[in-house]
């Protein structure tokens, strides 16, 4: 057994639970513990990468805008190498699409969103079939985010602050006793006044280990393949392309990821992804595009999990005294990371 009481424990070491690991190593004594050997094993190493400030609901667009100033100018020390660079994303339809009118009512000065012409749009992406090519939209303020930078950024600084990072600590069972939470991880025993549950699809079931009212969480299975370039063209510079109605890809370190935007409700799991999703994505893939497939360089499925109001849950739960919930970052966790964890932990300093 642990003697030693910490202010926090963290449990889960993906984006969520580093970067608030972070936030508190500031002001207090903090533990992370994660269930893999590597942190970053599930949705925080599957993602698309992507920083798309107009995408989620109302909450999690104005959440997205407070964060882009962290990802321009992180705390001094926390990375070498710029957290976001260029991509804009285009929405293409087939047909008039009431789609690509909500989406340019988004637009905002910081975010603009405006029309592009057919020719424009098929400069822009030249694997597009003109003849599918109907209507546009252009948002120049999507960019790609480094993830691994991010994360990493967030861990060191964890360890620099003085945080303990206990990896292959899955946490097996908590208890709240005499004012302490007791956590059951890696056959030890560790001791806390507070517990942020950042377990991301696990959180329910973490709940409940902790008899805490479950937020009805629903992880979503999101498939995503890479594929190689159509010879001749130079793709790096083309910005993320969305379908309306079909899938949505974008230049991935000299090939194309592609994704069906896929939403399968599944149980929390390391999560592979299906053969017929992908089958049917590469079908769709050549018929709509100019992209041909002979192999499939890459493969993958990641988990985002919502709640039913598709928002973050940011909160103490209402039953177990000290058990925060940072959950259901669905599909934004990433660019929501720096404005959820400087939030959650100035709620949990203040009553810490
Ligand atoms: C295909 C795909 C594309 C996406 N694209 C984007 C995007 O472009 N932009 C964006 O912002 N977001 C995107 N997302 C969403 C983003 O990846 C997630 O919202 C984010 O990674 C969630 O991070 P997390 O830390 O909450 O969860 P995770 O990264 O899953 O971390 C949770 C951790 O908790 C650990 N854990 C679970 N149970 C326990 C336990 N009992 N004890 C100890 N540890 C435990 C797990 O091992 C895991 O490491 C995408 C997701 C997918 C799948």
């Known amino acids: 057994m642990s003697q030693k009481i910490f202010d926090f424990i963290v449990i889960g070491a993906g984006i969520s639970g580093a970067s ?15 269930a893999e050997s590597a942190p970053g094993y ?5 993602s698309a990468a992507l920083f798309t400030p107009n995408f989620g609901s109302p909450e999690v667009c104005e959440i997205n805008k407070v964060s882009e100033a962290f990802f321009l100018n992180p705390p001094d020390g926390f990375c070498e190498t710029p957290l976001l660079s260029p991509r804009g994303a285009l929405t293409v339809a087939r047909s008039e699409d ?3 009118s909500s989406l340019l009512q988004l637009s905002s000065e910081q975010s603009p969103i405006y029309t592009v012409s057919k020719a424009e749009a098929l400069e822009l992406a030249p694997i597009l079939k ?4 109907h209507q546009a939209v252009y948002e120049p303020n999507v960019r790609d985010i480094d993830v691994a930078t991010l994360h990493q950024g967030y861990l060191r600084g964890f360890k620099h602050r003085k945080g303990e990072l206990l990896l292959k600590h899955k946490v097996v069972a908590l208890q709240h006793k005499a004012d302490l939470w007791q956590v059951n991880a890696g056959g030890e ?12 699809a696990w959180a329910d079931q973490l709940g409940e280990l902790a008899k805490a009212k479950p937020i009805g969480l629903i992880p979503k299975r999101r498939t995503a393949i890479i594929v190689k370039t159509p010879r001749g063209l130079d793709l790096n510079a ?7 109605g079909g899938a949505y890809l974008k230049p991935e370190a000299g090939n194309i990821m592609v994704s069906p935007g896929d939403e399968t409700p ?9 053969d017929l999703e992908i089958a049917v994505l590469v079908d769709w893939l050549e018929k709509n595009t100019l992209i041909t497939v002979d192999r499939l360089e890459h493969s993958w499925a990641g988990l985002r999990s919502f709640v039913e109001d598709q928002n973050p849950v940011i909160r103490y739960d209402h039953e177990q005294e000290g058990f925060f919930w940072l959950a259901a970052q669905g599909g934004y966790g990433i660019m929501m ?6 939030r959650a932990a100035s709620l949990l300093l203040a009553s810490g």
């Open 337 to 342: 990371a720096p404005t959820l964890a400087k």
């Open 189 to 200: 025993v560790y001791h806390c006044k507070q517990v942020i549950n950042a377990s991301g």
């Open 20 to 34: 608030v690991a972070y936030e508190l190593a500031e002001s207090g004594t903090v533990a992370l513990l994660e």
């Open 98 to 100: 009431d789609y690509l």
């Open 266 to 274: 599944v149980e929390p799991q390391d999560i592979q992804p299906d």
């Open 130 to 133: 003109p003849e599918l090519v």
């Open 238 to 244: 083309m910005p993320l392309v969305d379908f309306v």
């Open 42 to 46: 599930h949705s925080t190493g599957r």
